[in-house]
């Protein structure tokens, strides 16, 4: 599996999916900076955690308008494989790749945690490898997390099987509507979630309960 | 042409930084203050001179970047 690595200005989980891509599929991923035109032909793009463009205006906001967001879009269009996590889920909402919109965490506090989640679907390229129910433990680590979409959306997100995460119960760590951590696009091959796999993909950090959301991707995509 | 465009939240959606903004009015003994909603104030400067073309751009430009319209809303004013 061919991948790559978006790098925005103070992205800074840029080199923690490197790294767990390295790792996992075995080929080190394209490192793309947001000023370029084109990304590389791969079977996966990653939008990278951090703080692109400073926060500024809204998280994610300037990040959307890059130049590279184009080809991001055009690509995601065409069926490749698009992975945004904390920031990088931002900038797909931002850049409408995703429904709903990231807002202020309800406490106004930013979070920094392992946060226990559940499998809603494992029928997706994203979470075949796990067991629709199953507990994972992923860390957090932002301010603007809470997830928020009309209700139509969020019934419609529902009833396509388009929710993948959720916060399990009592361990909603951002206000998030109806529990939701990571969602797919209408195509499903867009997957934006807060919580940080690649941050859960080493026994090193504590946990290696994300590593089966790349290994769900190579069996799919190589 | 000058314009001040105002984003604030659209009703409905919770802003919590404006309900924190609220408690401290009421906890330095502004009892009379409800509900408090914070927005962002931007200003422009255009090179239009035209009115209604101004106003159209503007309308363009908080679609497009200064508002994100799933949960805020706009309003501008344009000064000569």
């Known amino acids: 599996m061919k991948s790559a690595v978006i790098v925005f200005p103070a992205s800074n989980c840029d080199r923690d999916a490197q790294t767990a891509l390295t790792a996992l599929t075995g080929t080190k991923p394209f490192m793309v900076w947001h000023g370029d035109t084109e990304v590389p032909d791969v079977d996966l793009i990653v939008l990278p955690g951090g703080f692109s463009y400073g926060d500024y205006l809204r998280c994610g906001a300037m990040a959307a308008q890059s130049h590279i967001m184009r080809d991001v879009k055009k690509k995601a269009d065409a069926g490749v494989a698009v992975l945004g996590i904390c920031n990088g889920f931002q900038v797909l909402t931002e850049a409408g790749l995703l429904p709903g919109a990231l807002m202020r965490n309800a406490d106004l506090k930013f979070v920094c945690r392992p946060v226990e989640l559940v499998i809603e679907e494992s029928q997706s390229a994203f979470t075949r490898r796990y067991s629709k129910g199953e507990h994972v433990r992923f860390p957090v680590a932002h301010g603007e997390g809470n997830y928020f979409a009309d209700d139509a959306t969020l019934d419609r997100l529902e009833g396509e099987g388009r929710v993948l995460f959720r916060y399990a119960p009592g361990d909603n760590p951002n206000g998030s509507a109806r529990n939701i951590a990571g969602i797919l696009n209408e195509k499903r091959n867009v997957l934006g979630l807060m919580p940080h796999p690649e941050r859960a993909s080493d026994p090193l950090l504590g946990s290696i309960s994300g590593r089966p959301l790349f290994q769900s991707l190579i069996d799919t995509l190589s | ?80």
């Open chain 2, 1 to 80: 042409m000058k314009a001040r465009v105002f984003v604030t939240l659209k009703n409905g959606v919770l802003d919590p930084q404006g309900k924190a903004i609220g408690h401290a009015l009421n906890n330095l003994g502004f009892d009379s203050v409800g509900e408090v909603r914070q927005g962002k104030v931007i200003d422009v400067e255009l090179a239009e001179r035209d009115e209604a073309v101004a106003r159209a751009r503007l309308k363009d430009m908080c679609e497009k970047l200064l508002a994100n319209t799933v949960i805020e809303k706009y309003e501008f004013e344009l000064k000569p």
